[in-house]
């Protein structure tokens, strides 16, 4: 018996000594597999998707509804926090400049994305171009802020000191100032992810069949309508995927808003954007329950993107097969 | 036809239309080509610059003065009085510790990720169990879900296990994979040709055996595009190794990122050094494009094909 667990078994398979023990033995080694074998393969993942996405999101919906503090025992509060949040003034604030940062990073971002890839798809085939075009996303945003912060800097920043040059000592704009600083971090972070995005348009350029194109110029289409009817149309799977994922992580700004302002949230208050608020109320004043309840509503939010998006967008069908 | 020759019938195609178009649209790539390679050379430009002198010289597109010094500084090869001397950060930076804890905590994320990402993608894909497509449909929701929710109750789960302030608390979350790597790599094993696998089992081969000797080589290509987007987000990334790492407060628990955020924090009254914070992006930068470099047309390729699903 022992001889023949040591077996492996395809030379259990090939080996006719002892067919019917041979046989039970294998249709019971498989046949346990097939049952343990999935358990094991999912277990990891299931047990980091249960423990880090699925358990924590159930309870951060919990938590604002408590008063957690971190340290002493959470009350059940009901709908405290969220009547809080009706009438918070720094949660609608911070809504609006968040809303302001995404108004000018997503149009700008989108567009130049889909002129880079058009341009590209026309023009060269070329992997260094594209690999050019990508390079700013391997930058740590720390590292990106602190480039252009220094680039924009009133005083000796080049792009300043270039207007100088042009328009005269007064001719300079103060990019980091409470007026320009959102504007301009939308600006640093268009040119961090644009080569990213400008990519996945390429790619789903490239499965846009060369036959369409022909029958256009056959018609005599001008260069706008073949955009507008075949380009446009054709690219919506990936400009759903981009703008959903692309407007929901700029409501989450946070990471570049962190480097190029002061902790405050400053200068002033320009740069308290939702995730600002969130992160200050959870570990500057460890009001756990409180900050739950405004990541809940940016949660909200974000879902609601997501599915106007998908709706707006019909996000599963694909004009290709009509 | 393959997307290279397919572009270039197109190209023939459209080398027809307007030279003026052509000649616009070229100038708008090479400007935004400039506009990408400019912030990139300010920070070599400043890296190799004398801090003392960076300001008087401000229009200057070379570096001011060049010298070695701000690596120098960063790297802790000379005495804090003579960094001072320099207008360098009065503290000395812990580079190679940091260096050190982005490195680990980059390769267990990444291995851990890839690993446990495909063996549950390739269970989802292709094995059979009860309630596969129910558990499924938990990591569709997973896979839309914000993190802005998870942050607050994942740092309470790490401070009640004790991990605030370490490496592995930093690391627990993505170890064990995400809804994306699994969603990602499930539909392109969904596309394997079943019959390579039915042979192979025909042969006696079990379930590991086709997975690690059919499915894992025939999968390179995704599988790397999983592996180079998490290894550019991983070593990248600030907001949570800031959280977990104990913001910045232990340095045993400190990454890269954190580390120089926190550098630029302690800048006394006066002139920041950035010549100093140059110096250090430069050096953290080399790895990821080393791995870029290396990989050359693989990755571009790759990143592309991460939003065709």
């Known amino acids: ?322 | 036809m393959t997307p290279s020759s397919l572009n270039q019938a197109r190209n023939n195609e459209l080398k027809k239309s307007s030279s003026t178009g052509r000649v616009m649209a070229w100038g708008f790539l090479i400007l935004w080509i400039l506009i990408t390679l400019f912030p990139l050379w300010w920070i070599v430009r400043m890296a190799f610059s004398t801090q003392r002198d960076l300001l008087g010289d401000p229009a200057n597109l070379l570096p001011v003065n060049f010298t070695l010094d701000a690596f120098k500084r960063v790297l802790g090869l000379i005495p804090i009085s003579e960094a001072l001397a320099q207008g360098g950060f009065p503290k000395t930076l812990h580079f190679w510790l940091y260096l050190r804890n982005t490195f680990v905590v980059t390769v267990a994320m990444v291995f851990g990720g890839t690993v446990f990402n495909a063996m549950a993608a390739y269970a989802f894909a292709r094995l059979k169990f009860p309630g596969r497509d129910k558990i499924f449909n938990l990591y569709m929701v997973a896979l839309i879900m914000p993190t802005v929710l998870n942050l607050i109750p994942n740092f309470i789960l790490i401070h009640q296990i004790g991990w605030v302030g370490t490496l592995q608390g930093i690391i627990a979350p993505s170890f064990l994979g995400s809804a994306f790597g699994v969603f990602f790599l499930r539909q392109f094993f969904l596309g394997i040709n079943r019959d390579l696998e039915d042979a192979a089992r025909l042969d006696g081969a079990g379930i590991l055996g086709v997975f690690w000797h059919i499915i894992v080589p025939m999968s390179i290509p995704p599988i790397l595009t999983v592996s180079i987007l998490s290894f550019i987000d991983t070593w990248n990334n600030f907001q949570w190794p800031y959280f977990a790492g104990g913001m910045g407060t232990n340095e045993s628990a400190t990454v890269l990122t954190v580390g120089l955020a926190a550098f630029r924090a302690q800048q006394q009254s006066g002139l920041p050094d950035y010549t100093g914070m140059m110096a250090g992006t430069l050096i953290s930068i080399v790895p990821i494009f080393v791995v870029f470099l290396a990989l050359g047309r693989r990755a571009v390729d790759s990143i592309q094909f991460s939003g065709i699903k």
């Open chain 1, 1 to 322: 018996m022992s001889k023949h667990l040591v077996q492996t078994s395809s030379e259990a398979f090939a080996s006719t000594e002892h067919p019917p023990m041979q046989w039970r033995l294998k249709r019971w080694m498989s046949k346990s597999q097939e049952i343990i074998v999935p358990w094991v393969f999912i277990f990891p993942s299931l047990l980091g998707i249960t423990l880090f996405v699925i358990v924590p999101t159930l309870r951060g919906f919990y938590l604002s509804f408590t008063d957690s503090d971190l340290l002493s025992h959470a009350n059940f509060i009901g709908l405290a926090n969220y009547e809080k949040l009706i009438h918070d003034p720094q949660f609608w604030k911070s809504l609006g400049i968040t809303i302001r940062y995404v108004l000018f990073n997503i149009p700008l971002q989108t567009v130049l994305a889909l002129a880079l890839a058009l341009a590209m798809s026309r023009l060269t085939q070329s992997v260094l171009v594209r690999a050019i075009i990508f390079l700013p996303y391997l930058i740590p945003m720390l590292m990106v802020m602190l480039v252009w912060t220094t680039i924009l800097h009133y005083d000796f920043g080049p792009i300043n000191v270039l207007l100088q040059m042009i328009g005269g000592p007064n001719a300079r704009i103060g990019f980091l100032n409470q007026q320009w600083i959102i504007p301009s971090i939308a600006m640093i972070n268009t040119w961090r992810h644009v080569g990213y995005v400008a990519l996945l348009f390429f790619a789903g350029l490239q499965t846009i069949p060369i036959e369409l194109y022909e029958a256009a110029a056959i018609d005599g289409a001008s260069e706008w309508r073949i955009f507008r009817s075949i380009t446009l149309p054709l690219l919506r799977p990936v400009m759903v995927f981009v703008l959903i994922t692309s407007v929901i992580g700029a409501f989450q700004v946070y990471d570049s808003v962190a480097v190029a302002a002061v902790p405050s949230g400053g200068p002033g208050d320009a740069t308290r954007v939702i995730f600002w608020y969130i992160t200050n109320l959870a570990f500057t004043r460890f009001n756990m329950g409180y900050a739950a309840t405004v990541a809940v509503a940016l949660f909200l939010i974000s879902m609601a993107i997501a599915w106007i998006n998908m709706h707006y967008f019909r996000a599963g069908s694909s004009d290709l097969a009509d």
